[in-house]
């Protein structure tokens, strides 16, 4: 009787281990099977190719290996130094090399206010890097660097393609460089995410701010230090730059990355040094919602109707807005037919166009709605 317990036993058990071998997962969005070692190459390729010189991967059981072997060497330990301390540190990629130099990119907050930026390869070797140029609200900053085979120039790709539930990776250095090369995986989580954010060296608020930030959403782990670092599919293409995450105890898994194409059309201006030329209307600012909830600005007329849209506290002299029929008082709720909930909604869609460029402004007054056109000014 005993003995035949013991069969039994030892019949269940290598049953399970045989459904374990069998089971099937979806990896990628295809269906796959786990399999011995020994057969590690069965499997799904990667998501669609973006770059010419695209090689597709393979993803199975093992995970992406193959992926992040291409890519780990193209990653780097950005180093903030101010005043001769180290004053923070984030991540950044290579994206383009010459006979001289590889070019990096990582986030404008990683290096706002360095007197000197360092960069670590994966392979433990310091090198001082140069700021060519970077800017606030696109949070973007190149640097350069003598070129070195220490480090890998990484395929640029495009988010475009990508497609929600797609598999996505990113190499930084969390929370203390101790950590750099950490590996993360996640899933595309979301599109098209627009996130209110601050452009103040106090850093990113995800309840107030003065920027809107059009972003690609990802559950992959992100923490401080990841910052700058690259978003990468399955194919080890760049898909977004890690910028940023909600930070509160009741979030979990939602960072947020600049896709890359936004990023790329910025980046022949910041290798030349120049400044991007964001445009200007010309009015001084106060948030619908920020006066409702305020009695310092009751001598606003608002229409109880009314709960979003930005004031015009004031007109500066010699811009569009001061050649246009708009007044102090007035509230302005769209731009180009484009809703402004508040003044970060304003600067996203003035920031659509370039200085010199005519918009068409819709405002309230008196409670009436009304258009005027305005010419757009440069920034000062």
Same mark, same amino acid.
Request: net charge negative.
């Given at each position: 009787m005993k003995n035949d317990r013991i069969k039994e036993a030892i019949l269940i058990v290598v049953a399970f281990v045989i459904g374990g071998v069998l089971t099937y997962t979806v990896v990628g969005g295809n269906i796959t099977s786990f399999t011995? #070692?020994?057969?590690?190459?069965?499997?799904?390729?990667? !998501?669609?190719?973006?770059?010419? *010189?695209?090689?597709?991967?393979?993803? %199975?059981?093992?995970?992406?290996?193959? &992926?992040?072997?291409?890519?780990?060497?193209?990653?780097?330990?950005?180093?903030?130094? $101010? $005043?001769?301390?180290? !004053?923070g540190f984030g991540t950044g990629f290579a994206y383009k090399e010459d006979d001289k130099y590889t070019y990096l990119l990582t986030n404008?907050?990683?290096?706002?206010?360095?007197?000197?930026?360092?960069?670590?390869?994966?392979? %433990?070797?310091?090198?001082? !890097?140069?700021?060519?140029?970077?800017?606030?609200?696109?949070?973007? &900053?190149?640097?350069?660097?003598?070129?070195?085979?220490?480090?890998?120039?990484?395929?640029? +790709?495009?988010?475009? *393609?990508s497609k929600l539930g797609d598999l996505v990776y990113t190499i930084g250095t969390p929370v203390d460089t101790e950590y750099r090369g950490s590996v993360s995986t996640g899933h595309l989580a979301g599109k098209d995410r627009m996130i209110t954010v601050s452009t103040s060296s106090d850093g990113y608020s995800n309840s107030s701010g003065d920027w809107i930030m059009r972003v690609l959403q990802t559950d992959a782990s992100i923490n401080p230090g990841n910052s700058g670092g690259p978003m990468m599919n399955s194919n080890g293409e760049v898909i977004g730059i890690i910028s940023m995450k909600l930070v509160k105890t009741e979030f979990e898994g939602m960072g947020f990355a600049i896709p890359i194409e936004y990023a790329m059309s910025k980046i022949e201006t910041l290798e030349k040094g120049k400044e991007i030329e964001w445009p200007q209307l010309g009015v001084q600012m106060i948030n619908v919602e920020d006066a409702l909830s305020s009695f310092r600005y009751r001598d606003y007329d608002i229409p109880k109707d009314? %709960?979003? +849209?930005?004031?015009? #506290?004031?007109?500066?002299?010699?811009?569009?807005?001061?050649?246009?029929?708009?007044?102090?008082?007035?509230?302005?709720?769209?731009?180009? *037919?484009?809703?402004?909930? *508040?003044?970060?909604?304003?600067?996203?869609?003035?920031?659509?166009? &370039?200085? +010199?460029?005519?918009?068409?402004?819709?405002?309230?007054?008196?409670?009436?709605? #009304?258009?005027?056109? !305005?010419?757009?000014?440069?920034?000062?």
């Open positions: 011995p #070692a020994s057969s590690s190459k069965t499997g799904t390729t990667g !998501a669609t190719c973006s770059a010419k *010189n695209c090689t597709k991967v393979l993803v %199975d059981g093992s995970g992406i290996s193959e &992926a992040v072997t291409k890519t780990y060497d193209g990653v780097v330990v950005v180093e903030n130094y $101010q $005043q001769d301390g180290l !004053a404008h907050h990683v290096i706002d206010g360095s007197t000197k930026i360092k960069v670590i390869t994966s392979k %433990d070797k310091e090198i001082d !890097a140069e700021v060519l140029g970077s800017d606030s609200y696109v949070d973007v &900053a190149v640097l350069r660097i003598k070129k070195t085979d220490e480090i890998t120039k990484l395929s640029i +790709g495009t988010s475009e *393609n009314v %709960d979003e +849209g930005v004031i015009v #506290a004031g007109i500066v002299s010699g811009t569009g807005a001061s050649k246009s029929d708009l007044k102090e008082g007035d509230i302005i709720i769209k731009i180009n *037919n484009e809703e402004v909930k *508040n003044a970060a909604y304003l600067r996203y869609e003035l920031y659509k166009y &370039a200085p +010199g460029e005519t918009i068409t402004v819709t405002y309230l007054r008196d409670g009436k709605e #009304a258009t005027t056109k !305005a010419v757009l000014s440069k920034s000062e």
